[in-house]
Nanobody
Framework: QVQLVESGGGLVQAGGSLRLSCAAS????????MGWFRQAPGKEREFVAS????????YYADSVKGRFTISRDNAKNTVYVQMNSLKPEDTAVYFC?????????????????WGQGTQVTVSS
């Protein structure tokens, strides 16, 4: 089993940037595909971005493509999402998730392990 802890959330003005981190512990991090999801108030949790075990393949939701970049450092057991050109509609709790399935995974049911989330608030 793997434990996940997100950090880096906060309050930022529209057009600004944040980098979220997700630190993993418990098992070999490089065995896991990783994903970021978010949940805005009153809405369902949605996919943001994912990365395969090696970092060679990534996938993004259309809403963040070109603005967000997912990456990982297997030596540090950490996955990141760099968020640029933030918009008020990016306001949400951001979760990282881990899966031993291969590839860049987009469906929540494919991820058995989840962090507690970190709040991102973008003011207009």
């Amino acid at each position: 089993q793997v434990q996940l802890v997100e950090s880096g959330g906060g309050l930022v003005q529209a057009g600004g940037s944040l980098r979220l981190s997700c630190a993993a512990s418990g098992r070999t991090f490089s065995n896991y595909a990783m994903g970021w999801f978010r949940q805005a108030p009153g809405k369902e949790r949605e996919f943001v971005a994912s990365i395969n075990w090696s970092g060679s393949s990534t996938y993004y939701a259309d809403s963040v493509k070109g603005r967000f970049t997912i990456s990982r450092d297997n030596a540090k057991n950490t996955v990141y999402v760099q968020m640029n050109s933030l918009k008020p509609e990016d306001t949400a709790v951001y979760f990282c998730a881990a899966s031993m399935r291969g590839g860049t995974l987009r469906a929540q049911y494919e991820y058995p392990y989840w962090g507690q989330g970190t709040q991102v608030t973008v003011s207009s």
